[in-house]
């Protein structure tokens, strides 16, 4: 068999909870919270079964689930969509990244990725035959460095990735990051793959710059959600994909011969659930109070933290400590002091060092401390 994807290794998520469970580290890598979910949730998703939604959910997702989001997103970001043409349910953000890029890509093509970069983006692109171009992030605060994109741009590129809020980093995109991309997409008809799986995780009354606030952006984009990270059940794999009605056609195109449909008792259940907004409002402010609490406590150590506005993560420097490459330090922080993270190192095509670790705050307070305490001994 020729590889498609010859480059392509076991994921860092998979080799870290690996370990973390080997030397029973606690597990500050991987992005998964520890805390349960809403128990609402829970109960509204056993009614659906019970009340025997059990079989297959319509190709695009359940109607009343698609008619919520669309409501949702008129009133968090006055997007005006149409449910049965504009939103498909997928099984996780993820796939709806893939799955946008697989419909838009043939191979030759070009997309623009900003390193540090969620690891799945560069392989979906190059098992399309397609070529991923990147583009480091400043290095101070992780921002957009817009000359560099727009000097990436060739007559080949037909996407940019974009990730606000951003994993590993936490930055977020802000009001001059959307003049810059409207520069951009005014040169070239280029696609925006928009992945806002962190929407509702950023902090510090900041505003999600969501694609779906601006109909001239939002034309060209697929904005893919995650039901798993913002109603805290990762393992669900549930989330959604917005896009103009051409772009869902395609899109749907490849989705109904890949998944065809997800799981029908959450679609219902969390239809239900979306009628609290509260819910999804105080996330911010939830996981605000995680980092905050998260910072306080690292504060014993010797690491030095960077500045983390939103998502799961916060990213460390430990010059103070080690002077290992980061890959190196991270497997020896789970084995000898039994705090798994993750080498920021992993987020590059090219594994360079980046003297960096990414920690998950998204954790019960009571495994911060555990966590702390063995990080403050070192
Ligand atoms: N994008 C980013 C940046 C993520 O961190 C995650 C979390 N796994 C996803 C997409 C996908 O989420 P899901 O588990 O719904 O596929
Ligand atoms: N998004 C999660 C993270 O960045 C992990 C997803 C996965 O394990 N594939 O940690």
Wanted: with cysteine; hydrophobic share 40%; net charge negative.
């Amino acid at each position: 068999l020729r590889s498609k994807l010859p480059r392509v290794g076991t994921t860092i998520f998979t080799t870290m909870s690996g370990l973390a469970t080997e030397y029973k580290a606690v597990n500050l890598g991987q992005g998964f919270p520890d805390f349960p979910m809403n128990g609402k949730l829970v109960e509204a998703v056993t009614k659906a079964m019970q009340q025997d939604f059990n079989q297959y959910a319509p190709m695009p997702g359940w109607l009343p689930l698609r008619e919520a989001l669309a409501e949702k997103a008129a009133s968090l970001y006055g997007a005006s969509l149409h449910p049965d043409t504009e939103i498909t349910i997928t099984p996780g953000g993820t796939y709806a990244i893939y799955t946008a890029l697989t419909t838009i890509l043939s191979p030759g093509d070009e997309v623009i990725v900003l390193e540090p970069a969620y690891d799945s983006y560069v392989p979906n692109i190059e098992v399309n035959g397609a070529i991923p171009v990147l583009v480091p992030l400043n290095g101070h605060d992780f921002s957009v460095n817009w000359p560099a994109v727009h000097a990436a741009v060739s007559p080949r590129t037909k996407a940019i990735i974009l990730n606000s809020p951003h994993n590993p980093t936490g930055a977020v995109l802000g009001e001059s990051d959307i003049t810059e991309l409207r520069k951009l997409i005014s040169r070239q008809d280029i696609f925006i793959i928009s992945d806002e799986v962190y929407e509702h995780l950023i902090f510090d009354g900041k505003v999600h710059h969501s694609m779906l606030r601006y109909p001239d952006l939002l034309e060209r984009s697929f904005v893919c959600f995650s039901f798993g990270k913002v109603y805290h059940c990762t393992g669900w794999k549930l989330g959604y994909c917005i896009a103009p009605a051409a772009l869902t056609k395609e899109f749907r195109k490849v989705h109904q011969f890949n998944c065809f449909s997800c799981h029908t008792p959450s679609q219902v259940g969390i239809t239900e659930f979306l009628k609290d907004r509260e819910e999804y409002l105080q996330l911010g402010v939830f996981l605000q109070e995680k980092r905050d609490r998260f910072i306080e406590l690292m504060r014993h150590t010797g690491f030095s933290l960077r500045t983390s506005s939103g998502s799961y993560f916060i990213c460390a420097g430990y010059e103070k400590i080690s002077d290992e490459r980061d890959s190196d330090f991270a497997i020896r922080l789970t084995r000898e002091a039994g705090v798994a993270t993750i080498p920021v190192s992993a987020f590059y095509q090219d594994g360079a060092d980046q003297k960096l670790l990414r920690f998950c705050f998204a954790k019960k307070n009571e495994t911060l401390e555990q966590a702390v305490e063995r990080l403050a001994s070192l």
